[in-house]
């Protein structure tokens, strides 16, 4: 359990510091988190030799003989959501040392790494109490973090959407979970599994909704359509490392603790989460993507409202494979996983490239990024690797590998008509994605005083703004944009270090 205490006790120690720490020494606490994450995920390394578990029912208590139930596993799916969740967090933190100044740091770091350890806990829970509880220490905090811009009224009515969606959310969770409960005795996944096949008569109408409850409650986590509709405005009004934060980690917590309960505590109800989740990814592809088409459509709105509809877009493909897992083999699950790991990075990506701009251009609005490769080439450049990836063209090849994983575990499900869906999507996301692409390579718009190249007289002079100058580009974001992209860049020159997750099981 070391990774996530190691996060807790960095969290509880940036708490401490900041009582101590005069203003001018403030940094410290975000280099004390930096040390938190790092020492974190160094501790994943010598769990990788096996599956290890703890707090597990004692043979008495199983009833069986056994001790098969437990309430930690660290596992391979466990350390894999686990890496990219530290990784996540320590990006955004990166994005956010030199991004504090107009915020609380103590506040800003310590929910931070609080939110990152309810995270790191969620993906090695094995039964209902201790998902919900990670669940929610990985949220509550974040709720804080969305609306930390104080005084900003889109961060506070941000912040407000959030909160009351999720508390929704885990209202319809707790239902659900008490419902199975009842039905069932246990909130062990691996005794759920058993004991769900074997329900009296007069309890199946309960199990079942409860069952549907369940799920319910980590659908609006997982910002699938209809539940996804606190994102643009929540992703709009966070502070933007949050906003990259949320539409990674929080997006990893969300769908590993649907996988886990799904696939490991509810199989005995395949045929009623399989035909659902299904529906859910067909509704939440096709609506973050035409959303998405909207935004682009429009050059004064802002490219972090576009990169939100995209990543709802996204989280309609994750959920595919989860479906397919419901007709087929848990196999798939890992295609799921696969693409996850691939989003994660370029999405950071795209977020660190924004960060950037936006110190030069706060509205970050769409038309901000066109001719962008003429005053930082290599940012633009490094952005338009991200955006192609995420449209699954060359030579963002990890991209288009992990869209043909997805697209065989529904195939291979029998799910062909949500593989035709998930085709048409594909080519909505094409536009708007090669749209802004070539937004940053274009020229820049010529002004009513500019001079007409084809007139032979200069206009006269005019009270036009200055030409823009360098500005100076921070250390740590561009330390985020260049992991992002070297980690993308090595992903598509070796797909099967990622693509290898897709072909075995993790459970």
């Known amino acids: 359990m070391a990774p996530p205490l190691v996060v807790a006790a960095a969290a509880l120690a940036v708490l401490v510091a900041d009582l101590f720490l005069p203003r001018e020494r403030k940094p410290v606490l975000g280099l004390i988190t930096l040390a938190g994450l790092v020492a974190a995920l160094a501790l994943l390394v010598p769990l990788r030799d096996g599956d290890r578990s703890t707090f597990c029912l004692t043979p008495a208590a199983t009833g069986t003989g056994a001790t098969g139930a437990c309430s930690y596993t660290a596992d391979h799916f ?12 320590l990006l955004t933190a990166l994005l956010s040392l030199d991004d504090t100044r107009r915020l609380p740091a103590g506040e800003f770091w310590f929910l931070l790494l609080s939110s990152a350890a309810g995270a790191v806990l969620l993906p090695a829970a094995r039964d209902l109490a201790t998902l919900v509880i990670a669940l929610e220490v990985a949220s509550l905090p974040a709720f804080a973090l969305v609306g930390l811009k104080r005084g900003d009224r889109r961060s506070s009515e941000a912040a407000l959407k959030f909160f009351l ?3 929704v959310a885990t209202a319809v969770m707790l239902l659900g979970v008490s419902f199975v409960y009842a039905a069932t005795g246990t909130l062990h996944l691996t005794e759920l599994a058993t004991r769900l096949d074997d329900v009296p008569g007069q309890l199946g109408t309960l199990a079942e909704t409860g069952v549907v409850l369940t799920l ?8 699938a359509a209809p539940f996804h509709f606190w994102v643009p405005d929540t992703y709009v ?13 929080g997006k990893a917590a969300g769908f590993s603790g649907l996988i886990l309960v799904a696939v490991i505590g509810f199989p005995a109800y395949a045929d ?8 859910l990814a067909a509704l939440t592809m096709t609506i973050g993507n035409v959303a998405a088409l909207r935004q682009n459509a429009d050059r004064a709105r802002s490219a972090v409202r576009l990169l939100a509809w995209s990543s709802v877009g996204q989280a309609g493909y994750l959920l595919v494979p989860i479906a397919a897992a419901a007709y087929a083999s848990d196999r798939h699950i890992g295609s799921t996983v696969a693409y996850a790991l691939m989003y994660a990075v370029v999405n950071l990506g795209a977020f660190a490239v924004a960060a950037l701009v936006a110190r030069t251009h706060p509205g970050n609005r769409l038309s901000d990024y066109r001719s962008l490769c003429a005053d930082r080439p290599l940012a633009a450049l490094a952005l338009a690797f991200f ?3 995420l449209a699954g063209l060359p030579p963002g090849i990890i991209g288009l590998f992990a869209k043909v994983t997805v697209f065989s575990a529904a195939v291979d499900a029998g799910l062909g008509w949500l593989a035709v869906v998930m085709a ?5 996301a094409l536009y708007y994605y090669l749209r802004w692409t070539a937004a940053l390579f274009r020229a820049p718009e010529r002004t009513a005083d500019a001079p007409d190249p084809s007139a032979g007289r200069t206009p006269a002079a005019s009270p036009a703004a200055p030409a823009p100058t360098g500005h100076h580009v921070p ?4 330390l985020a944009i260049a992991l992002t992209a070297v980690a993308g860049i090595v992903l598509s020159g070796v797909p099967q270090t990622i693509l290898e997750f897709a072909a075995v099981g993790l459970f």
């Open 78 to 89: 466990a350390l894999v959501i686990q890496a990219l969740v530290l990784v996540g967090a």
């Open 165 to 167: 969606s999720s508390v």
């Open 216 to 223: 319910v409650g980590f659908a609006f986590k997982t910002a």
């Open 237 to 249: 009004g966070a502070p933007l490392p949050v906003a990259a934060y949320l539409s990674v980690v």
């Open 272 to 279: 009623v989460w399989g035909p659902a989740l299904a529906v």
């Open 387 to 389: 955006l192609l990836c």
């Open 424 to 428: 048409v999507n594909v080519v909505i």
């Open 475 to 478: 250390v740590p974001v561009t």
